[in-house]
């Protein structure tokens, strides 16, 4: 069980970061510093934009769920 947790954490990390990388920015941020302010932003957001939003909640619930069993793995272990 232990081995399944390290794997599904590795992997929900990994997604993680490229997931919330795809973004698009919306504020003058650190992403304008490297020219994404420079990006003309629409008043809603694309059908794409939302699918990622929803993507990237998602994985972050695994992400979270692995987090906690392997907390409790490691607590009853």
Do not use: C, P
């Not at 992403?31 to 699918?51: C, D, H, I, P, Y």
């Not at 939003?53 to 793995?73: C, E, F, K, P």
């Amino acid at each position: 069980m232990s081995l399944f947790l390290d794997i599904v954490l590795v992997a929900t990390s990994v997604m993680m970061i490229l997931l919330v990388l795809l973004h698009r920015a919306k504020g003058g941020g650190l992403s304008s510093l490297f020219g994404g302010g420079m990006q003309t932003s629409l008043s809603g957001s694309s059908v794409a934009e939302k699918n990622l939003t929803r993507l990237t909640i998602y994985i972050a619930i695994v992400w979270a769920v692995s987090i906690v069993g392997m907390g409790l793995n490691i607590r009853y272990a």
